[in-house]
């Protein structure tokens, strides 16, 4: 089962997983942003362009013709080979195969009509077995929040960040 962290009450939900992705990536890790609605995968991609004015995170769309070197891909679904390390979740229900990741993130906003779904969705991840945490995000030590399983690790340099909320 796969460990599920709640990042919750942040101010800006795209700003917020640009900041995990960006962590994410820093610290080798693979991340399938799951984006069921097109339109949120659309600004999406745009925030991952423009988010941080002195740093870029690699990432694709599904169906990009590199999409399998990307290490950051943003996709409706989540069977995509290769992608089963690190998922990103934004859509208000739980992700199809979420059992097959390492780690799922969930990025919470202050409002209730985000919060409120996250809060099933805690629940239900809790009853499939998972373990989870629930944090407020700071953008520091990245390296030890997304550390792979001592398995798992590869030398990555070791990642800052700058951005607050």
Same mark, same amino acid.
């Given at each position: 089962?796969?460990?599920?962290?709640?990042?919750?009450? !942040?101010?800006?939900?795209?700003?917020?997983? /640009?900041? %995990?992705?960006?962590?994410?990536?820093?610290? *080798?890790?693979? %991340?399938? !942003?799951? =984006?069921?609605?097109?339109?949120?995968? #659309?600004?999406? +991609?745009?925030?991952?362009?423009? &988010?941080?004015?002195?740093?870029?995170?690699?990432? /694709?769309?599904? *169906?990009?013709?590199?999409?399998?070197?990307?290490?950051?891909?943003? =996709?409706?679904? $989540?069977?995509?080979?290769?992608?089963?390390?690190?998922?990103?979740?934004?859509?208000? #229900?739980?992700?199809?195969?979420?059992?097959? &990741?390492? #780690?799922?993130? #969930? !990025?919470?906003?202050?409002?209730?009509?985000?919060? %409120?779904?996250?809060?099933?969705? &805690?629940?239900?991840?809790?009853?499939?077995?998972?373990?989870?945490? =629930?944090?407020?995000? $700071?953008?520091?030590?990245?390296?030890?929040?997304?550390?792979?399983?001592?398995?798992?690790?590869?030398?990555? =340099?070791?990642?800052?960040? $700058? +951005?607050?909320?």
């Amino acid at each position: 089962m796969p460990h599920v962290t709640f990042y919750h009450g !942040v101010h800006d939900k795209l700003l917020t997983s /640009c900041r %995990v992705i960006q962590d994410l990536f820093h610290a *080798g890790r693979r %991340v399938l !942003v799951y =984006a069921p609605d097109p339109r949120l995968a #659309e600004h999406m +991609d745009q925030r991952l362009w423009t &988010f941080a004015s002195l740093s870029f995170v690699p990432h /694709c769309r599904d *169906g990009a013709p590199r999409m399998n070197d990307s290490p950051v891909l943003i =996709a409706p679904h $989540t069977h995509i080979a290769g992608f089963d390390d690190a998922l990103l979740n934004l859509s208000y #229900e739980l992700p199809p195969d979420f059992q097959r &990741f390492q #780690e799922i993130i #969930e !990025v919470v906003a202050q409002q209730e009509d985000d919060a %409120v779904p996250a809060r099933m969705r &805690f629940k239900q991840y809790k009853e499939q077995g998972c373990s989870i945490a =629930a944090q407020n995000y $700071t953008p520091t030590a990245p390296e030890q929040r997304f550390a792979r399983p001592a398995a798992s690790r590869s030398s990555a =340099a070791s990642p800052r960040a $700058t +951005d607050q909320d």
